[in-house]
C-alpha cells in the first residue's frame, strides 16, 4: 500500500462545478499536509496547506481529519484555468529534517 | 531570476551512457532535494542535503545513482550506465528548514 493514497483521475467537469479531491495517508506520524498543484510539464507548486480546523483560500477549501487519516479538497466554481494535477502532500520528520511524502496525483480537466 | 534552476531541461541518452543533472537551488537555501517522477505518477524522493552534506539516500534506486552537492550550493545528480526505467522527469527543489519547498522545472529524462 502506498503512503498517500488519492482519487485516480481525472476528473472532467464543466465549468462553474463543485469538485472534491480525497486523500489519505497511512503514516500517523505524518506532520503536516499539503496540496500541490502541477500543470502539465512544469513543476509541482504549493497551493495550500492543510489544517485540522479546515481551512480556506477564495474557491479553495482544504480539511484534515487526523482520526481518519484523510485530507480532502473542495474546488468551488471551478475555472478553465483550474485544469491541472492535484498532488496530495504529507510532510514527516526524520532526525531533524523533513521530506515529502507525495500522492500519485488527480487530474482535473474544466471544460467550457 | 530567482528561483531554482535546473539544467539541462531535456536530456536525451542511449541506453548505458552517463548522465549528469545540474540543480542550482535558491540562494542560501539550506536543503536540496532530488526527486524522479515518473509518467502519471506523483514526484518520489531520492536524495537530500543539508548544505554539503548528504543525509538521505534512501531513494536512489540503484548504485547507478549518484549525487553531491560539494560546497553546500549546486548539486549534480549522475546516473551511470542508464537503463531505459530511468527515463523520467528529475525534480529539485530547495528550502530552509521547515518552510515549503520551491521546485526547479524539472530536467526531461529520456533513454533510448
Known amino acids: 500500500r502506498k503512503e498517500v493514497e488519492q482519487d485516480p483521475g481525472p476528473f472532467n467537469v464543466p465549468e462553474g462545478a463543485t469538485v472534491a479531491f480525497n486523500c489519505t495517508y497511512s503514516?500517523?506520524?505524518?506532520?503536516?499536509f499539503f496540496w500541490y498543484r502541477q500543470d502539465c510539464r512544469k513543476e509541482p507548486k504549493l497551493l495550500m496547506s492543510?489544517?485540522?480546523s479546515g481551512n480556506e483560500d477564495g474557491r479553495f477549501t482544504a480539511q484534515l481529519n487526523r482520526a481518519s487519516q484523510y485530507i480532502s479538497l473542495l474546488i468551488r466554481d471551478s475555472k478553465l484555468s483550474d485544469s491541472a494535477t492535484y498532488l496530495c502532500?504529507?510532510?514527516?520528520?526524520?532526525?531533524?529534517?523533513?521530506?515529502?511524502?507525495f500522492g500519485k496525483g488527480t487530474m482535473l480537466l474544466v471544460s467550457p | 531570476g530567482a528561483g531554482v534552476s535546473q539544467s539541462p531541461r531535456y536530456k536525451v541518452a542511449k541506453r548505458g551512457q552517463d548522465v549528469a543533472l545540474r540543480c542550482d537551488p535558491i540562494?542560501?537555501?539550506?536543503?536540496l532535494f532530488w526527486y524522479q517522477q515518473a509518467l502519471g505518477q506523483g514526484p518520489e524522493f531520492l536524495t537530500y542535503?543539508?548544505?554539503?552534506?548528504?543525509?538521505?539516500k534512501s531513494g536512489l534506486p540503484s548504485d547507478r545513482f549518484f549525487a553531491e552537492r560539494p560546497e553546500g550550493s549546486v548539486s549534480t545528480l549522475k546516473i551511470q550506465r542508464t537503463q531505459q526505467e530511468d527515463s523520467a522527469v528529475y525534480l529539485c527543489?530547495?528550502?530552509?528548514?521547515?518552510?515549503?519547498?520551491?521546485f526547479g522545472d524539472g530536467t526531461r529524462l529520456s533513454i533510448l
Open positions: 503514516n500517523s506520524a505524518s506532520q503536516s
Open positions: 527543489a530547495s528550502g530552509q528548514t521547515g518552510q515549503p519547498q520551491h
Open positions: 542535503f543539508q548544505n554539503e552534506a548528504q543525509l538521505d
Open positions: 540562494s542560501g537555501h539550506v536543503s
Open positions: 502532500v504529507v510532510r514527516g520528520w526524520n532526525s531533524g529534517y523533513s521530506t515529502l511524502t
Open positions: 492543510v489544517y485540522s
